[in-house]
């Protein structure tokens, strides 16, 4: 047994003292183990709580996210690079054609903080536009749907929001210059936290 | 008195016994108490510094879809919130980033701790212009949306302020336009501006902020302004721009809509060379000069009115006059 301050008393008295030692040794020992097992517990609640929040702060960055995709949706057909400029609502397919088959304009990639911008020709489709989607190349212009305007390659989940606008593009009817539209869909893909 | 000994105390009546179990898990619960109010006080920073941070991705997302064009009228957004807070707006120069960026931090007053701590996170925006001073602070915060354009749209640039403006003797086309937008008084003389009011005076000396014209006209599409002692070139909406930034902002930001009309007219100069079978613009030599502008005034840092600023300005006029063949913008 260990030597402490009170070994001497408890040696001067009965039998009946070495029975309280232990008896209180035994009470330090259940105290230990209670006030353990709170510490114990409360980590465990703690590490509960902390996951719990976790868990909502990435629930809470998808959602801006998402907030952030409609937004952007919402307000690039009025940007500079994306307008045709006659009014409102009205993408360029030029433009488009430019900042997604150019090389020397993939630099306005940096200006969106989205995970994907792609534009889809709605209507009116050839009979080959309708039944396949045919990326757009300074080759196969205007005769095509799909402009991948930018993709971020890091993202591996997304999830994605559309709007519709008109897709013009200049024409030419032998006379003079023209719009020639027709309907597009933006879609916008955002990031999904993992 | 009998000499009190161990052993007499303990048989002593009016004595209180407190065993070592007792004392052991006085000692110890002390400690995990001390410890969890330590460890709850640690973990509120962070958590204030994370609703901090939404609150500022928040702020963008409300921000983003201010494009002109949208249904955005010239009356001014409000943002109102609940808490007294600090809005932080950092400019970044084209550099790393091709177009520069924005940055906006937030700071929001708290009973618990330190009344004003470290701002959030801070939120980057690659295409949105803010002209603001460095730092806000209050309960309701303005926002002013304007074209900036070269003739064509380059970009919207936002106006955030937070203090009441006095314009006095502005022009018609100011008085128009800002007529409806929060905050803003429009006066005819200096002394009809309410007390704490930051004065805005036109050819005249006698204000907070002045602007002098340098447009042929007199009417203000182009001149200086001079704030806090400082001169600062502007040409259209970007009057409102000098006048509600800082001159650090301003010079920044002007660097930032530089890159991206540089940008912009080889966007242009390649679409007018595709549709040049259907429609020939001629605007070829005007718009490769406008980028090497663009790309000049970007790295000269400050606008002058002498220096590419100028050039700038007055090619954009001439390509205005020269697009109404093919409309390309």
């Given amino acids: 047994m260990k030597k402490t301050a009170y070994a001497g008393y408890f040696k001067m008295g009965k039998k009946s003292n070495i029975i309280i030692w232990k008896k209180s040794q035994l009470k330090i020992q259940q105290t230990a183990f209670m006030l353990m097992a709170i510490f114990i517990f409360f980590v465990l609640a703690g590490i509960f709580f902390i996951s719990v929040s976790m868990q909502g702060t990435r629930q809470e960055v998808t959602r801006l996210e998402r907030e952030k995709a409609i937004a952007t949706a919402a307000s690039i057909v009025d940007s500079a690079e994306f307008t045709c400029g006659t009014g409102s609502l009205c993408l360029d397919a030029d433009k488009l054609l430019l900042l997604s088959a150019d090389a020397g304009m993939q630099d306005f990639g940096e200006l969106w903080h989205v995970a994907a911008i792609k534009v889809r020709k709605v209507s009116p489709l050839s009979e080959q536009e309708s039944a396949e989607d045919i990326e757009c190349t300074k080759m196969n212009y205007p005769d095509c749907n799909i402009f991948s305007v930018y993709s971020n390659e890091d993202v591996s989940k997304a999830g994605a929001v559309s709007s519709f606008a008109a897709l013009c593009r200049k024409e030419n009817n032998g006379n003079y210059a023209y719009d020639k539209c027709g309907i597009g869909q933006i879609n916008i893909a955002y990031r999904l936290a993992e | ?110 009973g618990i701790g330190e009344k004003w701590q470290e701002p959030g996170e801070e939120t980057a925006m690659n295409n949105k212009y803010i002209f ?198």
């Fill in chain 2, 132 to 329: 603001s001073n460095s730092t806000l602070q209050g309960k309701n915060f303005y926002i002013l949306v304007k074209q900036f354009n070269m003739p064509f749209k380059v970009a919207d640039l936002i106006f955030l302020y937070d203090e009441k403006y006095c314009f006095v003797n502005a022009p018609r086309w100011i008085k128009d336009d800002i007529e409806n937008s929060g905050n803003i008084n429009i006066s005819s003389y200096i002394g009809e501006c309410e007390t704490g009011s930051i004065s805005v005076c036109f050819n005249s000396y006698a204000c907070d902020i002045n602007v002098f014209d340098a447009s042929n006209d007199n009417s203000f599409s182009s001149g200086r302004v001079m704030k806090e002692g400082i001169y600062s070139d502007y040409s259209g909406n970007l009057l409102y721009a000098a006048i509600f930034s800082d001159s650090e902002i301003y010079e920044c930001n002007l660097a930032r809509l530089m890159a991206r009309l540089e940008k912009l007219s080889y966007l242009y100069l390649e679409k007018s060379r595709i549709i040049e079978p259907k429609c020939s613009s001629g605007l070829n030599e005007e718009l490769a000069e406008m980028a090497n502008n663009a790309m000049a005034l970007k790295q000269e840092g400050t606008p002058s009115s002498s220096g590419s600023f100028g050039s700038i300005i007055s090619l954009s006029e001439e390509i205005d006059e020269k697009d109404s063949i093919c409309r390309i913008f």
């Fill in chain 2, 1 to 110: 008195m009998a000499e009190r000994t161990a052993f007499n105390f303990r048989h002593d009546k009016n004595a209180f016994e407190m065993s070592f179990a007792f004392m052991f898990s006085i000692i110890v619960g002390a400690i995990i108490l001390f410890s969890a109010l330590y460890i709850t006080t640690k973990f509120i920073v962070p958590q204030r510094h994370i609703s901090q941070s939404e609150a500022a991705k928040s702020l963008s997302a409300l921000i983003d879809p201010l494009e002109t064009g949208s249904g955005i009228s010239s009356e001014a957004t409000i943002i109102k919130v609940t808490a007294e807070t600090r809005i932080y707006s950092r400019c970044y120069r084209p550099g790393e980033d091709i177009f520069g960026r924005q940055g906006i931090s937030l700071a929001m007053q708290s």
